[in-house]
């Protein structure tokens, strides 16, 4: 299965993480000043009203990392990285939808091949 990182530099800005449907694997982020509190969303798209799919908030200094699972967490419109308060760095983990589907079919017809060997 191939993943993509996406990276957030150390930032004051909201923006676009990557676009279309998605599965997020991976996220690891931390206050980057070492002096103030931040926050931040993970969104499924940038629509007014877009699905909050992490809601984090880090302390000064603070960090989080979290293996989201095999599955990890279904996006249809794209992860859209929005800064609540403060300033993060950090990145994301996904594979788009359609590898991920292609990756699943795979291990099913290996599965049923060595079922049937």
């Not at 007014?48 to 992490?54: D, H, P, S």
Request: proline share 2%; with cysteine.
């Amino acid at each position: 299965m191939h993943t993509q990182n996406l990276q957030v530099t150390a930032t004051t800005q909201s923006g676009m993480l990557v676009t279309g449907a998605c599965r997020v694997l991976f996220h690891a982020f931390k206050e980057s000043t070492g002096s103030a509190p931040a926050a931040y969303n993970l969104t499924d798209g940038n629509a007014t009203g877009a699905k909050v799919i992490l809601p984090i908030t880090l302390g000064a200094n603070e960090s989080t990392r979290d293996w989201l699972g095999n599955k990890g967490l279904e996006v249809q419109d794209g992860v859209y990285f929005q800064l609540v308060s403060g300033s993060v760095i950090g990145n994301i983990q996904v594979v788009m939808e359609d590898e991920y589907q292609a990756d699943q079919q795979r291990l099913l017809a290996a599965l049923q091949a060595s079922a049937g060997a």
